[in-house]
């Protein structure tokens, strides 16, 4: 009898699976048992510490206006694990996604592997691509990119860093220098890695494996940022790592088509403004993505009160963000939300130095305040609005 989607997410969630290990030895082993379908496929490979998700979805709404069958990987989710992985904007089925599952679980127990959820998360995504033969796949990282399950792939048509960030340093290491020495991990021989800071390792890596170093501005022409349905001073940077990967890579692809792309590019409660709620959905979730938040919030609804909906991962440093983010008259409302980590009412509140509330579902949002609900995408996922 077939695991039914309900008793796979149970698998998941499970403590044999819900932890983080890096290193690649146990996806190896596990991709080889299935006859290596990562090496089938052709990849644009996406990691940083923000915008990620942006460049990707960008990338692949461009790619699809072309014509290409694309396949794309990103994290977290913010409902379900089938937003993950998406054939041409499709997000698999759940029946798909139990039926890989399964298969997967059963041969890890007969090989005596244990694989992670990430990890199990991710050949599934290759099993998947790969039955489907998707024409390119873009690939974002979970965690760092050297010991990412996702750079098992042997070689890309390009990799894209993007804005580095303190955030998870305790596996990461607790400098720039160290994070971007990881996120560089992703870089392939006689390729090309696209950024826009230089970092004295992204820049040695490059060398190294001989692959084009492509440094560009985190500007771009107004008709193109215009275009763009994602909303936020920060966004300017991802289109132009995005655009310069398309210019690099499928330099075919003309202005016209990419016009046309920009707008249909989805990628949700990224300083996503609802107009009927006055409400502001962003899960910005660590200090680089808070400040971009407040720079955001205090460029398009300045001198403007505002209420505050925030619950944050005890991972996070969450005390930082609530020193940036929050101002004495402000209206604050801490979420203590159902789910691993997660902060307490407590917790949070001690980290403030200003007057605070408790976040209850009956809470009603006020038109006549700018609402912002942020500060974790499994947060905001628990939430009705």
Known sequence: MSLSYKDTIKKLHSKEMFYIETGLDRIFSVLKAFGNPEDNLKYIHVAGTNGKGSVCTILDSILREAGFKTGLYTSPHIYEYTERIKISGVEISKKIFSEYFEKIYNKTKELKIYLTEFEILTVIMFLYF??????????????????????????????????????HTDKLGNTKEQIAYEKAGIIKSNSAVITSECYEVIKDTAERFNSMLILVSPSVDKKFINALSLKGLHQSENLSLALTAINYVFPEINEELILKALPKVNNPYRFQYFKDKNLIVDASHNPNGIKALRENLDCYFPNVKRCFIFGCLKTKDYKQMINILFKEDDEIFFNEFDYPNACTYEELKNACLYKTNRYAETLSLENDKLNIICGSFYMIGKMKF
């Open 130 to 167: 790969n039955d489907n033969q998707v024409d390119i796949v873009i690939l974002e990282t979970g965690l760092g990119g050297r010991l990412d399950a996702t750079n098992v792939i042997k070689e890309n048509l390009c990799s894209i860093i993007t804005k580095i960030d303190l955030d």
